[in-house]
């Protein structure tokens, strides 16, 4: 196997994966999202070819940088949960001294990769089936709900500027 390395995301490979829905949290548009709305930045790795096979995303807590392999929900560009064990180790060997720990995020709602690794479960919350959402099967306190926030005109909207990427940050973190 080659040698993984840091790379860098290609406008052609970009623009294959916004083609591929699994691949949207690798596009280069989610990953300066991220990094606008939180101190990160995005590294791509990729081995022998040039094409990127991982997003890991950093983020930086006072001394701590934590890699975050494939975030959210884990895996490689292509959407596949597994990593080989020389893989990781490759992984780990390229990202020596670029991070203080290395988390690969799994979903319930996905295969999941099969390494041993010391592990912590945390509640996620998925919507399946999200084509198939209709306002009508839902309860009638989320419909009195939805319209009372259209009564109350409550809009949802990009948050473009440093101030609104803080007061969603502030949101997520309470």
């Excluded at 390395?5 to 999202?33: E, G, R, V, Y």
């Excluded at 990094?35 to 995005?42: D, G, N, P």
């Excluded at 479960?121 to 209709?134: G, H, K, R, Y």
Aim: net charge neutral.
């Amino acid at each position: 196997m080659s040698k993984i390395k840091i790379t860098a995301l290609n406008t052609d490979m970009d623009a294959q994966l916004a083609q591929h829905p699994s691949a949207l949290f690798h596009t280069i548009a989610w990953q300066q999202l991220l990094e606008k709305s939180f101190t990160c930045h995005s590294l791509y790795l990729s081995s022998g070819s040039e094409n990127p096979l991982f997003t890991v995303t950093v983020f930086v807590i006072g001394p701590f940088k934590i890699g975050y392999l494939g975030f959210p929900f884990g895996g490689r560009l292509d959407g596949d949960a597994t990593i080989s064990r020389d893989e990781l180790q490759e992984i780990k060997n390229c990202l020596k001294g670029k991070i203080t720990c290395l988390r690969i995020p799994q979903s319930g709602f996905s295969g999941g990769n099969t390494l041993a690794l010391p592990s912590a479960q945390t509640p996620e919350t998925a919507i399946m089936n999200l084509q198939q959402w209709d306002l009508s099967a839902t309860s009638k306190n989320i419909r009195r709900d939805i319209k009372k926030a259209v009564r109350e005109e409550i809009t949802v909207c990009d948050a473009t500027d440093q101030q609104e990427a803080k007061v969603i940050f502030d949101l997520y973190r309470e």
